[in-house]
Nanobody, 124 residues
Framework: HVQLQASGGGLVQTGGSLRLSCAASGISISRNVMGWYRQAPGKQRELVASFRIGGQIKYDDSVKGRFTISRDNAKNTVYLEMNSLKPEDTAVHYC??????????????????WGKGTQVTVSS
């Protein structure tokens, strides 16, 4: 039984920081593509940061230089460190995983496993 448990969201002011965690069970994060997605009200889901197969990291242009994705294979957990947060970062954030894909799709379609979202709200 695969579970992805996302946590760490909250309410912060502009310029603040949050660290999201995605604890996985039933899969090995080192053998899956892993992605952090977000979806704001009225907007499409988008890929924020990801680990591709082989460990390559990719960020959406909107978060480059501000967000850092990392992982602890021993803890089977993926993190998303978010700094210099802006109101436009407000969204429900999800972690997702897939064993067969080489790279996570930007809209998340087809990713096999999803965690429940964690709300990130950035006040202006």
């Amino acid at each position: 039984h695969v579970q992805l448990q996302a946590s760490g969201g909250g309410l912060v002011q502009t310029g603040g920081s949050l660290r999201l965690s995605c604890a996985a069970s039933g899969i090995s994060i080192s053998r899956n593509v892993m992605g952090w997605y977000r979806q704001a009200p009225g907007k499409q889901r988008e890929l924020v940061a990801s680990f591709r197969i082989g460990g390559q990291i990719k960020y959406d242009d909107s978060v480059k230089g501000r967000f850092t994705i990392s992982r602890d294979n021993a803890k089977n957990t993926v993190y998303l460190e978010m700094n210099s947060l802006k109101p436009e970062d407000t969204a429900v954030h999800y972690c997702a995983a897939d064993r067969l894909m080489m790279t996570p799709p930007t809209d998340g379609r087809g990713m096999a496993y999803w965690g429940k979202g964690t709300q990130v709200t950035v006040s202006s």
